[in-house]
RNA sequence: GCGGGAGUAGCUCAGUGGUAGAGCAUCAGCUUCCCAAGCUGAGGGUCGCGGGUUCGAUCCCCGUUUCCCGCUCCA
């Protein structure tokens, strides 16, 4: 079968099984925006827990916040993303391709540069040791009047870029006659301000009311929160701080189901270190991540590193884990060695004092970053995706069958147990009660008493369950039920007593968390 | 945003210018069964939304919205 007819399937499968619906969907939906629905809750709470219990209980040096939503809008001019995330853009026509206005105007300076450069080698070479570079930058006339053409852009573009003034700004791709790089022609639409930020207006009276932003990324809500925390938690470097919420971006493309969001949730760490230890944390914590994701046990082989060539502005290295989904390798997280970018802009934009006094050197200075920063959604993507399977089956008649099993990592399955009385009277419906009354507060248990023993075997095979435990006319005589394993569909029998201690060793979150240590 | 395809029951889909169908699923009853598909019955849809053409539109036309596939950005 096709990739991209199995992902179909397993949209629909999280649909039918009401793990993922389109938010709004009475409504015709709302693009890019997804809900959860009962058994997806369950699953993505387990990957919270995971991920919360691996960083925050497992090390002493890491604790967690909550930060909010909303956060003051100096902050996104401290972070960068209110000059990022304004982007002009404008389409050609013909290509449709859509460029960044900025960024064609500049890739056309850059040539004219490489044009006087040109000139300026070639003058060299000619006149040798006598050549003064900077006379002949004055006096050449080709040299002369592309620098000015240059210098005469960038004033004007500047101007367009600080007045917003996107129609200037397409006035000069219209003069400077640049073209597109694909199509080669001057056709341009106009250019238009995509801001990926959303703002909203805080204060309930309109006048007063302050534009502010809903987060792009959940990571400057600990970078502002530093100070309270080192101080009030008494942290010692090196220390990490760790934060699970929402952040939203108003992407331009968003699609492949929930890989895509624009409203989305994070899972993020970030570790304060010393300067000058930033690259050996961060090799640490590329490692410790990558040990995360295979602990669960998906396959070694769906997961691969992808280094940056280029680094965002606030790094000095970075790499994603990207992991096999149906359309391919792509990025579930990302760890960046951040320096001191961003406790230092804060630093300079608050006017606040940022920096640690470390005792050891008795030196005063802003700690550097390693950030581990995880989409909680495209990891529930990777394992419900990674987790659906079609088996085929021969029955004992030699009929061909088809089982759609969902092979999710059993500490992540949305239901652990289900309970089945193999018939509903004789008070077998009253034993699998029983047992489901004393398992229910540690694990999250199911009862079914509809249909035939097979069927429900199946419906559990759909949502993951990693265990089915049947009621039989023996329970009533020995106290044993059969225990059924998903993945192998083979029964034990086995003491109803015994039941809570085999759920903890195989359900549980100790044995995977006890791996990674 | 642009181009291509699609939207009919919870799911997968059929269908016709004249009041809407199947299989599976759901619910009730029978059956009491250890790996889907036994029997009987029931519920469920202004055919994505809005407008137009028509005596009459789920079907034809226009717009819109959502999803899928390409082109660009990102967690």
Redesign the pocket.
């Known amino acids: 079968m096709a990739q991209?007819d199995i992902?179909?399937k397993i949209?629909?499968h999280a649909?039918?099984y009401g793990f993922v619906f389109?938010s709004s969907e009475i409504?015709?939906?709302?693009?890019?925006?997804y809900d959860y629905g009962p058994n997806g809750v369950e699953l993505k709470n387990n990957i919270r827990r995971y991920w919360w219990d691996s960083m925050v209980k497992l090390h002493e040096n890491i604790v967690g916040i909550d930060a909010a939503i909303f956060m003051h809008p100096r902050t996104w001019e401290a972070s960068g993303h209110v000059g990022a995330f304004n982007d002009p853009l404008i389409?050609n026509k013909d290509?449709?391709?859509?460029?960044r206005a900025d960024v064609l105007i500049e890739e056309y300076m850059e040539k004219l540069e490489q044009k006087i450069e040109k000139e300026v080698s070639k003058a060299a070479k000619r006149f040798g040791d006598s050549f003064d570079e900077a006379m002949f930058r004055q006096t050449n006339p080709r040299v002369k009047a592309n620098q000015d053409k240059i210098d005469a852009i960038r004033n004007r573009m500047v101007k367009a870029l600080e007045s917003e003034n996107l129609e200037d700004l397409r006035q000069i791709i219209i003069d400077a006659e640049i073209v597109c790089p694909v199509s080669g022609t001057k056709n341009w639409?106009e250019a238009r301000q995509f801001n990926?930020m959303f703002d909203t207006k805080l204060g309930s009276v309109s006048e007063d009311a302050s534009k502010i932003y809903l987060r792009p990324?959940t990571a400057q809500g600990i970078f502002v929160n530093y100070l309270n925390v080192q101080k009030t938690g008494r942290m010692k470097l090196p220390f990490g701080i760790a934060q699970i919420g929402k952040?939203f971006?108003n992407?331009?493309?968003?699609?492949?189901?929930i890989?895509?969001?624009?409203e989305?949730e994070?899972m993020e760490m970030q570790f304060f270190v010393r300067p000058g230890e930033e690259l050996k944390w961060y090799e640490y914590w590329r490692e410790a991540r990558m040990k995360w994701h295979k602990a669960l046990g998906m396959g070694d082989e769906k997961y691969r590193f992808h280094e940056h060539d280029k680094l965002?502005h606030y790094a000095n290295a970075a790499v994603?884990v990207e992991f096999n989904f149906p359309?391919g390798f792509?990025?579930?997280?990302?760890i960046h060695s951040r320096t001191d970018f961003d406790l230092g802009s804060h630093e300079k934009f608050s006017g606040r004092k940022i920096q640690y006094f470390d005792p050891e050197t008795n030196e005063s200075y802003v700690p550097y970053v390693v950030e581990t920063?995880?989409?909680l959604?495209?990891m529930f993507l990777s394992v419900f995706a990674n987790a659906y399977q079609e088996e085929e089956?021969t029955?004992?008649k030699g009929?061909?069958?088809?089982?759609v099993v969902l092979n999710i990592p059993p500490a992540l399955a949305p239901v652990k147990l289900a309970v089945l009385p193999?018939?509903?009277?004789?008070g077998l419906p009253d034993i699998a009660r029983e047992i489901i009354h004393n398992l229910k507060f540690d694990y999250n248990c199911q009862y079914d008493e509809?249909?035939?023993?097979?069927?429900r075997?199946?419906?559990q095979?759909a949502i993951g369950t990693p265990y089915c435990i049947?009621?039989?006319?023996?329970t009533k005589e020995d106290n044993t039920?059969?225990i059924?394993?998903r993945d192998t569909?083979?029964?034990e029998r086995l003491k109803i007593e015994e039941l809570a201690g085999i759920l903890e060793k195989k359900v549980g979150f100790r044995n995977i968390l006890d791996s990674l240590q």
């Open positions: 991209e992902f179909k949209i629909a649909k039918e389109q409504y015709d939906g709302l693009s890019a925006v389409d290509s449709k391709k859509r460029y639409t990926l990324e952040a971006r992407e331009i493309v968003a699609r492949q189901f890989f895509r969001m624009r989305f994070q965002a994603d359309f792509r990025e579930v997280e990302g920063s995880i989409g959604d495209r089956l029955n004992d009929q061909k069958d088809t089982r193999l018939v509903k009277k004789d509809k249909d035939s023993i097979g069927k075997y199946r419906r095979d049947t009621i039989d006319h023996q039920v059969t059924r394993d569909m083979k029964q």
